[in-house]
Nanobody, 128 residues
Framework: QVELVESGGGLVQAGDSLSLSCAAA????????LGWFRQAPGKEREFVSA????????DYADSVKGRFTISTDNAKNTLYLRMNRLNPEDTAVYYC?????????????????????WGQGTQVTVSS
């Protein structure tokens, strides 16, 4: 079992940057593959970014590629999402997710069903 807590959301203007954090408790972060997802009102939860347990491979949705960066600090048990050049289409609740992996995976997990644990979400609102 692991508890995930997101923070860093807020209201920003188009073109601004924002950084999200996801802190983990009860288990070391190093045993998990990790991901970020988002869900806008009336839409399904969608993949944003993911990083393998080995931390050697990352993946991004086409809509955020080149603007968002996923990273981790295993010593702090924290996952980050740096979001640059935000636009109103990025408005959503952002969730971090963790998948317990017993090996050093090479392909990031991009489907919500792949993940075992979820945070409560943090709201990001981008005004035009």
């Amino acid at each position: 079992q692991v508890e995930l807590v997101e923070s860093g959301g807020g209201l920003v203007q188009a073109g601004d940057s924002l950084s999200l954090s996801c802190a983990a408790a009860r288990r070391p972060f190093s045993v998990f593959s990790l991901g970020w997802f988002r869900q806008a009102p009336g839409k399904e939860r969608e993949f944003v970014s993911a990083i393998t347990r080995s931390r050697s491979n990352t993946d991004y949705a086409d809509s955020v590629k080149g603007r968002f960066t996923i990273s981790t600090d295993n010593a702090k048990n924290t996952l980050y999402l740096r979001m640059n050049r935000l636009n109103p289409e990025d408005t959503a609740v952002y969730y971090c997710a963790a998948k317990s992996v017993s090996y050093f995976d090479t392909i990031p997990y991009t489907r919500p069903d792949d993940y075992d644990y979820w945070g409560q979400g943090t709201q990001v609102t981008v005004s035009s």
